[in-house]
C-alpha cells in the first residue's frame, strides 16, 4: 500500500505531464519542485519513472516531442536532451 506522500507524488508527476503538455512549463516545473521536496521530506524517493522524466538541471518534466528529444544509441543507452541543453544517459537491454 502506497504511503499519502507517494500518492500525491504520483499525482504530481501526472500533474507536471499534463501541465507541460498544455504548454504551461512553469506550472509544470512548480509540481515537479513539490514532489521533489516532498519525497525529501518523507524520505520516500521518487518513482523511476518520474526521476528519468525529469530535468534536474532547470526541473522541467520531460515529454517527448514537446520538450524533450529521446535517442536511443547503439544498443547501450537512451540518451534523454531536454530544452535547455542537459542531457541524461540510461542504460537499457
Not at 4 to 23: M, N, P, S
Not at 39 to 51: L, Q, T
Request: proline share 4%; hydrophobic share 35%; glycine share 6%.
Amino acid at each position: 500500500m502506497a504511503t499519502i506522500a507517494e500518492e500525491r507524488i504520483q499525482r504530481l508527476a501526472a500533474l507536471a505531464r499534463a501541465a507541460t503538455r498544455d504548454g504551461e512549463p512553469d506550472r509544470g516545473r512548480e509540481y515537479v519542485r513539490l514532489a521533489r521536496r516532498i519525497a525529501e521530506r518523507n524520505r520516500c524517493g521518487v518513482p523511476r519513472r518520474f526521476d528519468r522524466y525529469t530535468c534536474d538541471a532547470c526541473d522541467a518534466a520531460l515529454v517527448p516531442g514537446v520538450n524533450a528529444r529521446v535517442r536511443l544509441q547503439e544498443g547501450s543507452h537512451v540518451v534523454i536532451r531536454c530544452d535547455c541543453g542537459a542531457t541524461d544517459r540510461y542504460p537499457y537491454e
